[in-house]
């Protein structure tokens, strides 16, 4: 038997790969009252459908990409242009800008600020020994000092904090910038598009919780237990023996067998203390330290108005602003959502800034903020806030290492596997988690042993970001 903590899209696809591809019993674990995780989409009464947050589906495996539209089927599918942009300086502008824009946008005296910045940064600096620890130490060597405290630092101190603080892995991974050449050449016409960006995505019809419906139509309800709450973990001989969780205020006891074998999803921190008699006090006090996670509070607005952004979505880097992101449903199906209105996810990360908002104040500051960014008066006819506690991985200095260590540890434990975006604290997307889910179930039918774990491993640390 194969136990699976939570049904969000690794879990998910761990389930679908077994259900389809293995004779291998299985049941997932999963807290709420339907499976999705943090890709479910809701039925907000009478607006419309409406997903948590954008999620565009798109890898540049293309294999991948074909495997997970055969689950609903080619017909199923919506492929749309992606359109980005950032709110910068009170603008909306293209990213990335082109020195044209960037020069419309600051004017001309920042403009020549951040030029001389770059030069000096580039052709200077750059040659000489540099201790580069941070975020904040990469971004700064990669677009020069006043680049940096302008258009990146607020940003990034609305959504992790401190960018003296981050891994320069963020810098590395999150921060896609193009080439002087690749500049130029978008600048005066010749390139039309980015190497790094995701120019097309593909959606299914009527949100990502169709995904998930196919896949749970195809096995017996009995193998998913639905509303149980992981509450603890028991471990004897380097195995996990008991999971115990609670089910409508009941006590649920699974009892594993030698042969049995858990898979984790849950995000490590929530299921630690089950360890602490195994790895030791200090071990999981140390853990915790490194796997830090932001709460992501989402506002949904139902507005009067049948399309607010020709975006798919707009990153707002102005630190007077309070979300970072906002998107619009009808930008990934306009058919999910009432033709007399639309409606729009403001992301807001809980931070230094906002941290002592009431509620109702975190939805005044967002209207009033979305009004400016539109430079027009919104008419809003419904408002919800939706409260997403410990889903964003912060990235602190020197984290890859310290996490290495963490899941070695785990891995050490005979029958237990923890994977995934919250499972192995892995910033990823939907179709990443996917990946996962379905790589773990063809390395436990084919080859099963500790040193293809460590490749299979090392294969899903390393996924490409294109925004």
């Known amino acids: 038997m194969i136990y699976i903590l939570g049904g969000g899209p690794t879990g998910i696809s761990v389930a679908h790969e077994l259900n389809s591809n293995s004779d291998k019993e299985f049941i997932i674990i999963e807290k709420g009252s339907k499976i999705g995780g943090l890709a479910s989409t809701l039925d907000w009464?009478?607006?419309?459908?409406?997903?948590?947050?954008?999620?565009?589906?798109?890898?540049?495996?293309?294999?991948?990409?074909?495997?997970?539209?055969?689950?609903?089927?080619?017909?199923?599918?919506?492929?749309?242009?992606?359109?980005?942009?950032?709110?910068?300086?009170?603008?909306?502008?293209?990213?990335?800008?082109?020195?044209?824009v960037i020069l419309r946008t600051f004017g001309l005296i920042l403009f020549i600020k951040f030029f001389f910045s770059f030069i000096y940064q580039k052709?200077?600096?750059?040659?000489?020994?540099?201790?580069?620890?941070?975020?904040?130490?990469?971004?700064?060597?990669?677009?020069?000092?006043?680049?940096?405290?302008?258009?990146?630092?607020?940003?990034t101190e609305k959504i992790w904090g401190d960018p003296s603080t981050l891994d320069k892995k963020l810098s590395e991974t999150r921060v896609q910038l193009p080439s002087i050449l690749d500049m130029i050449l978008l600048t005066?016409?010749?390139?039309k598009k980015n190497n790094f960006e995701a120019n097309e995505f593909i959606y299914p019809i009527n949100g990502l919780d169709n995904i998930w419906k196919k896949i749970q139509s195809e096995i017996d309800e009995k193998k998913i237990h639905l509303n149980t709450n992981v509450v603890s973990l028991s471990l004897s001989d380097n195995k996990i023996k008991k999971i115990h969780a609670k089910r409508n205020g009941e006590d649920i006891v699974y009892s594993l067998s030698k042969d049995d074998i858990l898979v984790n999803t849950l995000p490590i921190n929530i299921i630690q203390n089950s360890f602490k008699d195994f790895f030791g006090e200090e071990f999981i006090k140390e853990s915790n330290k490194v796997l830090k996670m932001n709460d992501l509070f989402l506002v949904f607005l139902s507005i009067k108005k049948t399309k607010l952004f020709k975006e798919s979505w707009v990153?707002?880097?102005?630190?007077?602003?309070?979300?970072?992101?906002?998107?619009?449903?009808?930008?990934?199906?306009?058919?999910?959502?009432?033709?007399?209105?639309?409606?729009?996810?403001?992301?807001v990360m809980i931070n230094k800034f906002n941290k002592n908002f009431s509620d109702q104040q975190i939805i005044d500051k967002t209207i009033e903020d979305l009004s400016i960014i539109k430079d027009e008066k919104i008419e809003v006819l419904d408002k919800k806030l939706v409260k997403l506690f410990k889903s964003y991985p912060v990235y602190e200095k020197e984290y890859e290492i310290k996490l290495r260590a963490i899941i070695d540890k785990y891995d050490s434990i005979d029958n237990f596997y923890t994977i995934g975006r919250q499972?192995?604290?892995?910033?990823?997307?939907?179709?990443?988690?996917?990946?996962?889910?379905?790589?773990f179930v063809k390395w436990l039918k084919n080859q099963n042993n500790i040193e293809t774990w460590e490749s299979e491993r090392n294969r899903t640390n390393q996924y490409p970001i294109l925004d």
């Open 45 to 100: 009464k009478p607006h419309g459908l409406h997903d948590l947050g954008p999620h565009k589906i798109f890898s540049i495996d293309k294999e991948l990409e074909l495997k997970v539209k055969s689950i609903l089927g080619k017909d199923k599918w919506i492929t749309k242009k992606k359109i980005s942009k950032i709110f910068l300086n009170g603008k909306l502008i293209n990213y990335p800008p082109s020195p044209f």
């Open 315 to 347: 990153f707002v880097a102005d630190r007077s602003v309070i979300f970072h992101r906002v998107s619009e449903q009808k930008s990934f199906d306009e058919n999910m959502v009432k033709k007399d209105r639309t409606i729009v996810c403001c992301e």
């Open 423 to 439: 499972g192995s604290f892995n910033y990823i997307g939907t179709l990443d988690c996917m990946d996962i889910g379905f790589g």
């Open 123 to 155: 052709f200077y600096l750059n040659l000489k020994k540099q201790n580069i620890n941070s975020y904040k130490d990469h971004l700064t060597k990669r677009v020069g000092s006043e680049i940096f405290s302008k258009v990146f630092q607020p940003i």
């Open 188 to 191: 005066i016409g010749i390139k």
